[in-house]
T-cell receptor, first 111, second 111 residues
Framework: DQQVKQNSPSLSVQEGRISILNCDYT??????FLWYKKYPAEGPTFLIS?????DKNEDGRFTVFLNKSAKHLSLHIVPSQPGDSAVYFC??????????FGAGTRLTVKP | DTAVSQTPKYLVTQMGNDKSIKCEQN?????MYWYKQDSKKFLKIMFS???????INETVPNRFSPKSPDKAHLNLHINSLELGDSAVYFC??????????FGQGTRLTVV
């Protein structure tokens, strides 16, 4: 039972344009959401997070939007850079320290 | 000065053997995790420990036994290794409702 879903396995965008990565979840107990970036042969690295009491969090080129009623969050990267090419994982956490990940979306930013 | 370190990085072993993967964090976090990334690249939670106590055991075969001697360590022992155990195993740690920090991963290959 996959409680966190990333339905797009891959996304390709042109340098300078916006990248939008999507994530859906099913468990209404999740109250904290995170995005991670992963390069091959490395562990995931934290990118940005959002608490369920907010609907938007911004950090530089990265913005996460949360729609609780739709159980949906998205990560916007503007402008996209070739160095952003990686696999992006969405994660959701509940207060009992349960932290679940989606299947990941491979982002390719073309120069 | 690595925040979350796992050893070994690579592990090749024969079916039926018993092996251990070690994880240590120097961040003072209360919660530690083990995740398995299989060939489909899905990051699946295996165990979660909080203050040395098991919180989540996600239907993992009992050949897998986590051991937390103290808050800073969460080791993973695997008995009677099978071909299907081949994967990359990630350790992580965090405080509740903050970002998790991941180790570099241990690539286990069972032959």
């Amino acid at each position: 039972d996959q409680q966190v879903k990333q339905n797009s396995p891959s996304l390709s965008v042109q340098e300078g344009r916006i990248s939008i990565l999507n994530c859906d979840y099913t468990n209404s107990m999740f109250d904290y959401f995170l995005w991670y970036k992963k390069y091959p042969a490395e562990g995931p690295t934290f990118l940005i997070s959002i608490s369920s009491i907010k609907d938007k969090n911004e950090d530089g080129r990265f913005t996460v939007f949360l729609n609780k009623s739709a159980k949906h969050l998205s990560l916007h990267i503007v402008p996209s850079q070739p160095g952003d090419s990686a696999v992006y994982f969405c994660a959701a956490s509940a207060g009992n320290n349960d932290m679940r990940f989606g299947a990941g979306t491979r982002l390719t930013v073309k120069p | 000065d690595t925040a979350v370190s796992q050893t070994p990085k690579y592990l090749v072993t024969q079916m039926g053997n018993d092996k251990s993967i070690k994880c240590e964090q120097n961040l003072g976090h209360d919660t530690m995790y083990w995740y398995k990334q299989d060939s489909k690249k899905f990051l699946k939670i295996m165990f979660s420990y909080n203050n040395k106590e098991l919180i989540i055991n996600e239907t993992v075969p009992n050949r897998f036994s986590p051991k937390s001697p103290d808050k800073a360590h969460l080791n993973l022992h695997i008995n009677s290794l099978e071909l299907g155990d081949s994967a990359v195993y990630f350790c992580a740690s965090r405080h509740t409702n903050t970002e998790a920090f991941f180790g570099q991963g241990t690539r286990l290959t069972v032959v």
